[in-house]
């Protein structure tokens, strides 16, 4: 390694800590100015921001949202101050109950009397029946991440999305998600079809959706 690759390793790992590190002080004052200007505010969990929907706020923990925040720390929204929560592929990448029911628990304080929090998450169901029937399963369209398995027997389709390179914590059916929903303590948890208002077409065939109200 050179001299200047060995001067740019530290303004490298600075700007990623950066990148990613959560300002109390400013989030504080953006999500004052949230609750204060936003009429209906519509609230996404782990998301880039999205050009389609111009009306919604964003978080992101690498800085590409409106707001960076920690999950596994209490929501930094007032309480039933969002209209409306969506999450998508989020839920499956935290450890149940902890701190997957901090999580949703949370995610219920913020929402107004009647609020919607809306998921989508990973169908472990086709990865299940594909361990019995590999031969009817598409593994070039839902086993799309390299995470360094070979394939060589069925096992190895559950391992994917059990594990996902360590990433992931939970495996969900509807059943399970729905159940989970409930436990947190929403009203109503129910299973419902893909949205292309809000749900993410890349991500359809191997979804499964839930509604929730507070």
């Known amino acids: 390694m050179s001299l200047s690759d060995l001067l740019k390793t530290p303004w490298r790992k600075f700007y990623w800590w950066n990148k990613t590190r959560i300002n109390p002080i400013a989030n504080r004052r953006l ?50 101050s969002v209209d409306r929560i969506y999450s998508s592929h989020i839920f499956e990448h935290f450890s149940y109950p902890n701190p997957m029911m901090g999580f949703l628990k949370e995610c219920r304080r913020i929402l107004k009397k009647g609020g919607e929090f809306s998921i989508a998450v990973p169908n472990a169901r086709l990865f299940l029946d594909a361990y019995y029937s590999p031969d009817e399963f598409d593994k070039e369209k839902f086993c799309n ?10 096992i190895d389709l559950v391992n994917f999305i059990a ?27 129910t299973q419902r079809e893909f949205d292309a ?18």
């Open 145 to 154: 991440w390299d995470v360094g398995l070979s394939y060589k027997t069925p």
């Open 163 to 189: 594990y996902m390179g360590d990433e992931h914590r939970h495996l969900f059916d509807i059943d399970g998600l729905v159940s989970i929903l409930r436990e947190a303590g929403f009203e109503t948890a």
């Open 197 to 214: 208002s809000i749900d993410l077409e890349f991500r359809r065939d191997e979804s499964i959706y839930a509604t929730a109200k507070k």
């Open 31 to 80: 999500v004052a100015k949230y609750v204060r200007q936003k009429t209906i505010l519509n609230l996404e969990l782990g998301s880039p921001k999205r050009p389609e929907l111009e009306d919604w706020v964003f978080s992101d923990i690498n800085g590409d949202g409106d707001i960076k925040m920690d999950f596994t720390k209490p929501l930094l929204f007032p309480d039933n």
